[in-house]
């Protein structure tokens, strides 16, 4: 094996193999693709595509568990495969009412899976599992161009079996296509700092501007270490940079406003609503709801904020221990604790470097994107879940294997050989902890974990006066025990289905959303569980706290989508169980978080001469429509969107497509329509009493229609 080393004073830093010579032949693409580079040992590539296969499998596995996961997206890419109108803006139906609360970029591959392959849980969720295994992909080939190939395996091990990863790769949330995309933009930028070119930095801006179009502000959130990383330690002029640097804004803007640009140009009278709104604006949701309302916890629409400088709100408690706390700790943090400090180590040991080292440039990229997306995440008052962290996932496994493998390169230094026991000891320390949150889940498994990583540990201390052999099983015991915890959690995640709007990573009671040490707020039991397409038993959700208005009832949860039969989550809020139609109108709390179970009855209703209307029904909350429309594969009109407060369609615009006959039923929540946030003299409460107080009513087993052809004799 042939390693290539850069002097620079004392220290030699690795870089990227030497082009081919001018003239010298370049490797078939099959023979690089399988071999890889012509200095690596022949384990290597197989290493890598092992990686790759056992990522997927496990990721594939089970995965028509989880039905339609969230109903919402998948009401939306429903519509998308019927209807390339309702593709282009992310309508939630194909008669395009009303738009999902986000640009639709990450729906486009899921409902392309659908037109090819027909409406299926597989082929919506397929799409998300190969962006997962694209993941890993790109962190590996990251992480391995600038250290070594068991650096870039460790990267891409830790990546996949992290709960919160196995859980939004299978999931159909547009936290998978960001991931992807972000990893791709630091892996854009590490290249763009070997040699300068500006079209590397450019393809960053390009992959960034496409993870805005799946979900708006999020994606800008590491913008600002990677310039500042570029502007610095870039290997051109500064005025090159500087030059380089607006280019690949300009890509940004290209790439993520074309689509915008088009959507504000569009004449309002034939397009969709834009969902998430209130004046039926793009940009208004992007700066409001999906932007800086998330940070201040004023979304306009929303259902309540968290609570600022270490309160705790609706959304769980902030403070700089946040990703941490029961409700987070589970999801991603094993081996956070391990990454901070590989991430200093790995800032101590390229200290000595020039300013254009790639290795510390590395380091730079993924560990500030690591730190800056944390610090939002655990400060952040507005609307936050759980299975945001995924985010997270990449930039830790790169730092974790870029910071062993440089420590394992220096280990007969004793500073280095201690700084690596230590992250193992914060791993083996920590994992602990986190098992101990759930003792009647697997309670071996604990002692395991810290009695291994104490052991590794102390080898690693001694390690540059052990041999061979005992080196290496010291390392391994010690890789073993930092992921033996994640993984146990990961295969937990696998082996259930998760549906609804709130899912969490790992057993029952692992995250207990809203207030960590004083109670909860939304469960981690908003993961439902189901069984394929047909039947569906929800699961218990953990403790819940109280709503930001001061009540007692911690959120019920209902079974997301089932083609037939399902059976709703136990709850606590007032109201208790809920009947088939869904609770409330607006999305009240089983409306707003997961969708309703439709009967064979009521399907039958619905199917009736729908192809007579533009709508086969309307109903109060985009989740209680996703249900219906899932399960009868006609459009059904979301009325005021996800949460039920946006302003579509006003009373006045319903009441005309009444008139013109464009819609058949209205389905009744039963609790009079205002929405979560909303109030009795909001759109959603103006149609459901003008609806009820002059149309006829039609029962169907526990569900209640009004049938907007029939008006009531009394009116």
């Given at each position: 094996m042939t390693t290539y080393y850069t002097a620079d004073t004392a220290v030699t830093e690795p870089i990227a193999p030497p082009a081919p010579a001018a003239g010298e032949p370049k490797q078939p693409f099959v023979r690089r693709l399988w071999h890889g580079r012509p200095e690596d040992p022949r384990w290597v590539r197989p290493a890598f595509w092992g990686l790759l296969l056992a990522t997927a499998a496990l990721y594939f596995y089970n995965l028509s568990s989880s039905g339609y996961a969230n109903s919402f997206y998948s009401a939306a890419v429903q519509a998308g495969s019927q209807s390339w109108k309702a593709f282009f803006f992310g309508s939630l139906d194909a008669a395009n009412a009303i738009t999902v609360d986000k640009p639709p970029a990450a729906l486009w591959p899921m409902a392309l899976s659908v037109r090819l392959f027909d409406l299926s849980s597989w082929a919506i969720l397929a799409p998300e599992v190969l962006m997962g295994v694209g993941t890993v992909a790109v962190v590996y080939a990251s992480v391995r161009r600038r250290f070594s190939p068991a650096a870039g395996l460790i990267a891409g091990v830790v990546l996949a079996l992290t709960p919160v990863a196995a859980l939004m790769f299978r999931f159909n949330n547009p936290d998978a296509m960001l991931a992807l995309l972000m990893a791709v933009a630091c892996y854009f930028v590490v290249r763009a700092l070997e040699d300068g070119r500006t079209k590397w930095l450019m393809w960053a801006g390009v992959a960034i501007g496409f993870a805005f179009l799946a979900k708006t502000l999020q994606a800008f959130l590491i913008l600002p270490p990677l310039a500042i990383v570029y502007a610095v330690c870039a290997p051109v002029q500064v005025k090159k940079r500087l030059v380089q640097l607006a280019l690949a804004t300009?890509?940004?803007?290209?790439?993520?406003?074309?689509?915008?640009?088009?959507?504000?140009?569009?004449?309002?009278?034939?397009?969709?609503?834009?969902?998430?709104?209130?004046?039926?604006?793009?940009?208004?949701?992007?700066?409001?709801?999906?932007?800086?309302?998330?940070?201040?916890?004023?979304?306009?629409?929303?259902?309540?904020?968290?609570?600022?400088?270490?309160?705790?709100?609706?959304?769980?408690?902030?403070?700089?221990?946040?990703?941490?706390?029961?409700?987070?700790?589970?999801?991603?943090?094993?081996?956070?604790?391990?990454?901070?400090?590989?991430?200093?180590?790995?800032?101590?040991?390229?200290?000595?470097?020039?300013?254009?080292?790639?290795?510390?440039?590395?380091?730079?990229?993924?560990?500030?994107?690591?730190?800056?997306?944390?610090?939002?995440?655990?400060?952040?008052?507005?609307?936050?879940?759980?299975?945001?962290?995924?985010?997270?996932?990449?930039?830790?496994?790169?730092?974790?294997?870029?910071?062993?493998?440089?420590?394992?390169?220096?280990?007969?230094?004793?500073?280095?050989?201690?700084?690596?026991?230590?992250?193992?000891?914060?791993?083996?320390?920590?994992?602990?902890?986190?098992?101990?949150?759930?003792?009647?889940?697997?309670?071996?498994?604990?002692?395991?974990?810290?009695?291994?990583?104490?052991?590794?540990?102390?080898?690693?201390?001694?390690?540059?006066?052990?041999?061979?052999?005992?080196?290496?099983?010291?390392?391994?015991?010690?890789?073993?025990?930092?992921?033996?915890?994640?993984?146990?959690?990961?295969?937990?995640?696998?082996?259930?289905?998760?549906?609804?709007?709130?899912?969490?990573?790992?057993?029952?009671?692992?995250?207990?959303?809203?207030?960590?040490?004083?109670?909860?707020?939304?469960?981690?039991?908003?993961?439902?569980?189901?069984?394929?397409?047909?039947?569906?038993?929800?699961?218990?959700?953990?403790?819940?706290?109280?709503?930001?208005?001061?009540?007692?009832?911690?959120?019920?949860?209902?079974?997301?989508?089932?083609?037939?039969?399902?059976?709703?989550?136990?709850?606590?809020?007032?109201?208790?169980?809920?009947?088939?139609?869904?609770?409330?109108?607006?999305?009240?709390?089983?409306?707003?978080?997961?969708?309703?179970?439709?009967?064979?009855?009521?399907?039958?209703?619905?199917?009736?001469?729908?192809?007579?209307?533009?709508?086969?029904?309307?109903?109060?909350?985009?989740?209680?429509?996703?249900?219906?429309?899932?399960?009868?594969?006609?459009?059904?009109?979301?009325?005021?969107?996800?949460?039920?407060?946006?302003?579509?369609?006003?009373?006045?615009?319903?009441?005309?497509y009444v008139t013109d006959g464009k819609i058949h039923y209205f389905i009744s929540s039963g609790s009079g329509g205002g929405g979560m946030g909303g109030s009795s003299s909001g759109t959603s409460s103006q149609i459901t009493e003008w609806v009820e107080a002059n149309f006829t009513k039609v029962t169907v087993g526990s569900s209640t229609f009004y049938d907007l052809t029939q008006e009531a004799s009394s009116s």
């Amino acid at each position: 094996m042939t390693t290539y080393y850069t002097a620079d004073t004392a220290v030699t830093e690795p870089i990227a193999p030497p082009a081919p010579a001018a003239g010298e032949p370049k490797q078939p693409f099959v023979r690089r693709l399988w071999h890889g580079r012509p200095e690596d040992p022949r384990w290597v590539r197989p290493a890598f595509w092992g990686l790759l296969l056992a990522t997927a499998a496990l990721y594939f596995y089970n995965l028509s568990s989880s039905g339609y996961a969230n109903s919402f997206y998948s009401a939306a890419v429903q519509a998308g495969s019927q209807s390339w109108k309702a593709f282009f803006f992310g309508s939630l139906d194909a008669a395009n009412a009303i738009t999902v609360d986000k640009p639709p970029a990450a729906l486009w591959p899921m409902a392309l899976s659908v037109r090819l392959f027909d409406l299926s849980s597989w082929a919506i969720l397929a799409p998300e599992v190969l962006m997962g295994v694209g993941t890993v992909a790109v962190v590996y080939a990251s992480v391995r161009r600038r250290f070594s190939p068991a650096a870039g395996l460790i990267a891409g091990v830790v990546l996949a079996l992290t709960p919160v990863a196995a859980l939004m790769f299978r999931f159909n949330n547009p936290d998978a296509m960001l991931a992807l995309l972000m990893a791709v933009a630091c892996y854009f930028v590490v290249r763009a700092l070997e040699d300068g070119r500006t079209k590397w930095l450019m393809w960053a801006g390009v992959a960034i501007g496409f993870a805005f179009l799946a979900k708006t502000l999020q994606a800008f959130l590491i913008l600002p270490p990677l310039a500042i990383v570029y502007a610095v330690c870039a290997p051109v002029q500064v005025k090159k940079r500087l030059v380089q640097l607006a280019l690949a804004t300009v890509a940004i803007v290209v790439s993520g406003g074309w689509w915008v640009a088009i959507v504000e140009l569009w004449p309002a009278s034939s397009r969709p609503y834009i969902g998430g709104s209130q004046n039926n604006s793009f940009l208004e949701l992007t700066f409001g709801y999906n932007g800086l309302g998330r940070l201040s916890g004023e979304e306009t629409g929303s259902v309540g904020g968290g609570g600022g400088g270490g309160g705790t709100g609706q959304w769980g408690e902030t403070g700089w221990d946040r990703m941490f706390n029961s409700e987070i700790g589970g999801q991603i943090s094993w081996l956070l604790p391990a990454a901070l400090i590989l991430l200093i180590a790995g800032l101590v040991a390229t200290r000595k470097l020039k300013r254009t080292s790639v290795t510390r440039g590395s380091f730079l990229v993924w560990g500030g994107s690591l730190l800056i997306t944390m610090a939002v995440f655990s400060y952040m008052a507005g609307i936050f879940h759980q299975y945001y962290t995924v985010a997270l996932a990449p930039y830790m496994a790169a730092v974790v294997g870029m910071g062993a493998a440089t420590l394992w390169e220096k280990r007969r230094e004793m500073w280095a050989s201690l700084a690596l026991a230590t992250a193992v000891v914060a791993s083996a320390a920590w994992g602990y902890v986190l098992l101990n949150r759930t003792p009647d889940y697997l309670p071996w498994l604990k002692w395991l974990v810290l009695i291994g990583g104490l052991t590794g540990a102390l080898g690693l201390i001694f390690v540059a006066k052990l041999g061979r052999q005992l080196a290496l099983a010291a390392a391994g015991l010690s890789f073993v025990a930092a992921i033996a915890g994640p993984t146990a959690y990961t295969i937990s995640t696998l082996q259930e289905g998760h549906t609804g709007s709130i899912v969490t990573a790992g057993p029952a009671g692992a995250s207990m959303m809203g207030g960590g040490r004083g109670g909860g707020g939304f469960p981690g039991g908003g993961q439902n569980q189901q069984n394929g397409n047909t039947q569906g038993q929800g699961q218990q959700g953990g403790r819940m706290g109280q709503p930001p208005t001061g009540g007692t009832g911690g959120m019920p949860g209902q079974n997301g989508n089932s083609n037939t039969q399902g059976q709703n989550q136990q709850g606590g809020m007032p109201g208790g169980r809920m009947g088939e139609g869904g609770m409330g109108g607006g999305g009240g709390a089983g409306g707003l978080l997961n969708g309703a179970t439709v009967s064979d009855e009521a399907k039958k209703l619905l199917a009736t001469n729908a192809g007579d209307y533009t709508w086969a029904a309307a109903a109060i909350g985009a989740q209680n429509a996703a249900s219906y429309q899932l399960s009868t594969g006609e459009p059904v009109m979301a009325i005021g969107g996800f949460n039920g407060t946006d302003p579509s369609p006003t009373l006045a615009q319903f009441k005309q497509y009444v008139t013109d006959g464009k819609i058949h039923y209205f389905i009744s929540s039963g609790s009079g329509g205002g929405g979560m946030g909303g109030s009795s003299s909001g759109t959603s409460s103006q149609i459901t009493e003008w609806v009820e107080a002059n149309f006829t009513k039609v029962t169907v087993g526990s569900s209640t229609f009004y049938d907007l052809t029939q008006e009531a004799s009394s009116s």
